[in-house]
């Protein structure tokens, strides 16, 4: 029972945008935030139902309408504090996690109206507790009451992506040394080589970061393991009692077409990485530039190939997503979709690529695709889409952007093949624990679970820590026994 | 940070650097490659691994001024720093049980050439070295190479020293001979390559290539430095940068070696003129003012 008065609104209070026109010309944050009244009048939309249907719809289990209550009454410090106990990176999973399929989706109000905007009031406290910080560190300290079970012990973390983050934060919390080893020279992962400015602001990741820091966890960067120290070795000379690998799923799938060589042509990581990681769009006052088309093709459905349409668009290419399925199937985000829409990407649905053609300088100058029509469905329950014979037709253009999905990086069991990995390179898992086939070792996110999402690489992470408390617990007393 | 030890100019365009990752230098292996990054602004290069030296900790990396990122590499002194410096990456060069070996290098593609030829005589092997330059002033690490290979043959384009000609004249020759090389290693150019592949496939021999294509990360992720190796695209970063050399599709790699030379040129003549604004020298051999300037 809510000790608040509901509000009755039917409607999700609008998330304040940037103008659609004027935001397909710039990388700032397309969504703005709610101000102090947007998100009081949002959070008493919360039944405060019995049965939480959104915590359990949530993979890190945040105990959502215990922090909507203090949102509610005014208390966005205890609001931030309740939620990040939960949660180790709010501000990003409140930008990010395709609430709609999860916490949103269950929502007792979205049986009868919009579902309550857990995600904007997420991002609200998270935000608020930034510009905050003695106030939000104090409630956070009333709420954490400090534990250090795991003293004593040293974890290596493989990857600083939301996984390892995730995993690390909750070890430190517990008291465990831990060492954060990052491949790039940046930390973050794919919060900072893939997800864009627009959509998820590089200077917040490197706040949640800090956060991070606070808890006493370091980071290394420009440390490959694999290459620099093998995960056996981690284990022994770099005297560390556990490892979590979370290496991620970031080596690019291509279509094998003909043309694909062609200049012009690039996966939506090289796109990505080129903008986000190495700041190409300041070229030459950065040294790394990005090549751009006047009109440019992009294949995919997923996140990425919005992420990838938008930031083309940005740069100033007349940009096309091709899809071989319909909008319906489509797994990338609605909001993702709706915002690539109204920025002025346009989309040809049902259409595969088929060969790139190019001219005798090996430049690309437009993409044959054909028409497809959906027939029954395929093992993943999905429509399975056939080609529409003579339907082939040439799509004009200087740009095309692979955006299909991504392999695990193959580093980790090319050197370590005491880790157990399926056919398709994924690590395999105890999916309880996240304990690997090698003993001590544990793994999560998308080295285990293919390319998914940040909050369920966030959820292994979590499990992946609490499997590797407990492995340091028994380790403690079977030393003591 | 990274600090620099040694910064020496081999010839008018190349320059060798010593620099201090001790991790690094206990781990690397002739054949990997390590990526730089300058400062925040800078980009991140791939450069293979020249030579080490495990006492001191240090590792030594060969440039030629190409580009914005090479020309400002060239400015720096020892005691100063490089933001990142990153590896060991790729895998080793696969040098084991070669009893005779040709090793065939080009321009720059000799400096690291070199510590594979160091490598193999170590091991006991017989190496013959075949090298090509332009021409006279361009020629390095001759006397290096001379400690460790049975046989050193230097050419040059313009006849200025050595044998006139391409390094698959003297290879050809040997092959006629009735030389039988088990490994043949080629490092250059794509067409040098190209050529090298060419002759020995018709001979049959083992022929390895290391691909040097343009790269952003060097972890496996973005596919940037992707290159045909039969008829599947294979990342140099984390499956090479060693190829088999007759399976490699070296015209897509050209083709693909061009593609950003545009922005290239562009960058490096904004970094030329921040350079010679400050008051320095970009060494940059291939932009004809620079040049004069240094005459």
């Not at chain 1, 990005?290 to 459905?301: A, L, N, Q, T």
């Not at chain 1, 082939?392 to 991504?406: E, S, T």
Request: glycine share 10%; proline share 5%.
């Amino acid at each position: 029972m809510a000790d608040y008065e509901i509000n009755r609104q039917k409607e999700k209070t609008p998330m304040p945008e940037q103008d659609a026109q004027e935001r397909a010309k710039n990388f700032n944050q397309v969504a703005l935030g709610y101000d102090v009244e947007q998100a009081i009048n949002e959070a008493r939309r919360c039944l405060q139902c019995k049965n939480r249907p959104c915590v359990d719809g949530c993979p890190v289990n945040v105990p959502i309408p215990d922090f909507i209550n203090w949102v509610a009454k005014g208390d966005f410090a205890m609001g931030y504090a309740t939620n990040k106990r939960a949660n180790a990176l709010p501000a990003i999973c409140g930008r990010v996690c395709p609430q709609e399929t999860q916490c949103e989706g269950v929502c007792t109000r979205g049986k009868t109206g919009d579902p309550v905007g857990i995600g904007y009031l997420e991002r609200f406290v998270a935000d608020w507790g930034f510009d905050h910080p003695a106030e939000a560190a104090a409630a956070f300290a009333v709420q954490q009451g400090r534990n250090a079970k795991l003293h004593g012990f040293r974890v290596a973390i493989v990857g600083s992506g939301p996984s390892g983050l995730t995993c690390a934060g909750e070890l430190a919390k517990q008291g465990a040394d831990v060492t954060v080893f990052e491949a790039l020279h940046a930390v973050g992962g794919v919060l900072s080589y893939g997800i864009p400015e627009f959509r998820l602001p590089k200077d917040l990741v490197a706040r949640e970061i800090a956060l991070t820091e606070t808890l006493g966890v370091k980071f290394e960067n420009n440390v490959v393991i694999g290459k620099l120290f093998d995960v056996k070795e981690l284990m022994t000379t770099q005297g560390f009692d556990a490892v979590f690998i979370g290496t991620g799923a970031g080596l690019p799938s291509y279509l094998y077409i003909e043309g694909e060589g062609l200049n012009g042509v690039c996966t939506a990581n090289e796109l990505l990485t080129r903008v986000n990681l190495m700041k190409a769009y300041e070229f030459p006052e950065y040294d790394t530039p990005v090549y751009v088309g006047k009109k440019c093709v992009v294949v995919g459905g997923g996140n990425v190939a919005m992420d990838a349409a938008r930031t083309s668009l940005r740069l100033g290419a007349d940009t096309t997503i091709v899809y071989r399925r319909g909008r319906e199937e489509m797994p990338a985000r609605v909001e993702e979709v709706r915002h690539a829409e109204e920025e002025g990407v346009k989309f040809s649905m049902l259409t595969n690529p088929v060969r790139l053609i190019g001219n005798d300088d090996g430049w690309l100058t437009g993409v044959e695709v054909v028409d497809m029509e959906l027939s029954e469905p395929d093992e993943s329950g999905r429509r399975r889409p056939v080609p529409v014979e003579g339907s082939n037709h040439v799509i004009d253009c200087d740009m095309f952007v692979i955006a299909i999905g991504n392999h695990s990086n193959p580093l980790i069991s090319q050197t370590t093949p005491e880790i157990k990995a399926n056919e398709r390179n994924l690590l395999i898992v105890d999916p309880e624990t996240c304990a690997t086939s090698m003993p001590g070792v544990f793994a999560g996110g998308d080295a285990v679970s293919g390319a998914a999402t940040v909050i369920l690489a966030m959820g292994a992470g979590k499990r992946a820590a609490a499997g590797i408390a407990e492995y340091l617990t028994n380790k403690a007393s079977e030393n003591q026994a | 940070m990274y600090l620099i030890e040694q910064v020496e100019q081999l010839n008018p365009e190349v320059t060798r650097m010593v620099v201090r990752a001790p991790q690094i230098a206990r781990k690397i292996k002739p054949g990997q490659f390590i990526m730089l990054r300058i400062d925040e602004t800078g980009e991140r290069i791939p450069l293979t691994m020249s030579d080490i030296d495990v006492l001191s900790g240090t590792v030594t990396i060969v440039f030629q001024v190409v580009g914005a990122t090479t020309m400002r590499l060239a400015q720096k002194k020892p005691g100063e720093y490089l933001t990142d410096f990153v590896g060991p990456l790729g895998n080793p060069t696969e040098l084991d049980n070669v009893g005779k070996a040709c090793v065939i290098g080009g321009g720059l593609g000799v400096a690291i050439a070199y510590p594979l030829v160091k490598w193999l005589h170590s091991q006991g092997s017989d190496v013959d070295v075949i090298v090509g330059f332009r021409n006279k002033d361009l020629v390095i690490l001759e006397k290096e190479l001379s400690l460790s290979a049975s046989e050193l043959i230097v050419t040059t384009d313009d006849g200025s020293y050595g044998v006139q000609g391409l390094v698959t004249q003297p290879l050809l020759e040997k092959l006629e001979e009735g030389v039988k090389y088990d490994l043949v290693l080629a490092i250059g150019p794509i067409p040098m390559m190209k050529a090298v592949a060419k002759v020995t496939k018709e001979a049959g021999i083992k022929t390895v290539v290391s691909m040097n294509p343009l790269m952003i990360d060097g972890t496996g992720m973005c596919g940037g430095c992707r290159v045909k190796v039969g008829d599947k695209y294979m990342h140099t970063c984390v499956d090479g940068p060693d190829f088999d050399g007759h399976q490699v599709d070296f015209d897509d790699a050209l083709r693909r070696e061009r593609m950003y030379r545009g922005f290239e040129r562009q960058s490096a003549e904004h970094t030329r003129e921040v350079i010679e604004a400050s008051g320095g020298n970009c060494h940059c051999a291939s932009m004809a003012s620079a040049v004069r300037k240094e005459a």
